[in-house]
């Protein structure tokens, strides 16, 4: 299957500081990724929509101008977290959506644990 | 409202077969069953989907009743690194259709 890559896969950072996470699809092109959150023992949940050459599309109750998302080229879309506080600790997830004729596949990146102190 | 209704924890030996279902009553005509797992720490990981048909792959095979409300996924011989929480999103599959989460089944391989 296709394969996605995070960086990085950990961060540990101070409270007020923003932190950038980067996510590529290394093997195929992807107008559209997705950016999740994961809490522990709970599932994952769908943060926004990122699509290559225009704004991301937020999911309801996620502020945008928290969570920065750029999608400037077809293999990289980036979420910047800004301003982090404790609460925003969290496992953060990407995939990349691939078109096909028998509908569309997602293929998710390893994640990247964000720690904020 | 939640698409599918999974059972919320399995046991399997190592081995044996693992058949997890899932229930999908409200399915429309235009709507695949997609198959995703989560180990412990990982992103989750695609693993089949279909639409009417069963299918098959290298790493599992995929049963959807013939009125579509119900599939089983199969892992034909688990191992201890099958272990995971699975998955079952019924979506149009489309660029306007979202992955949505539910719960899904923790499945447990014992050895």
């Known amino acids: 299957g296709a394969v996605v890559s995070q960086h990085p896969s950990r961060v540990i950072c101070k409270s007020g500081t923003s932190v950038k996470i980067e996510c590529r699809s290394l093997?195929?092109?992807?107008?559209?990724m997705f950016w999740y959150r994961q809490f522990p023992k709970k599932s994952l949940m769908l943060m926004a929509t990122s699509n290559e050459g225009s704004k991301a599309t937020y999911e309801q109750g996620v502020e945008k101008d928290k969570f920065l998302i750029n999608h400037a080229s077809l293999t990289l879309s980036t979420l910047t977290v800004t301003s982090a506080h404790p609460e925003d600790s969290s496992f953060y997830i990407c995939?990349?959506?691939?078109?096909?004729?028998?509908?569309?596949?997602?293929?998710f990146g390893p994640g990247t644990r964000l720690t904020v102190l | 409202d939640a698409k599918t209704t999974q059972p919320p924890s399995m046991d399997c030996a190592e081995g044996r077969a693992a058949n997890l279902p899932c229930n999908h009553s409200?399915?429309?005509?235009?709507?695949?069953v997609y198959w995703y797992r989560q180990i412990h720490s990982q992103g989750p990981q695609y693993i089949i989907h279909?639409?009417?048909n069963n299918e098959t792959n290298e790493m599992a095979s995929l049963i959807i009743t013939e009125d579509r409300k119900s599939s089983t996924l199969i892992l034909p011989h688990a191992t201890l690194r099958d272990t995971a929480v699975y998955y079952c999103?019924?979506?149009?599959?489309?660029?306007?259709?979202?992955?949505?989460f539910g719960k899904g089944t923790r499945l447990h391989i014992l050895p």
């Open positions: 995939s990349a959506r691939v078109s096909a004729g028998g509908g569309d596949t997602q293929y």
């Open positions: 093997d195929f092109q992807a107008t559209t």
């Open positions: 279909g639409l009417k």
């Open positions: 409200t399915i429309s005509g235009n709507e695949y």
């Open positions: 999103i019924v979506r149009v599959g489309n660029r306007d259709d979202k992955i949505i």
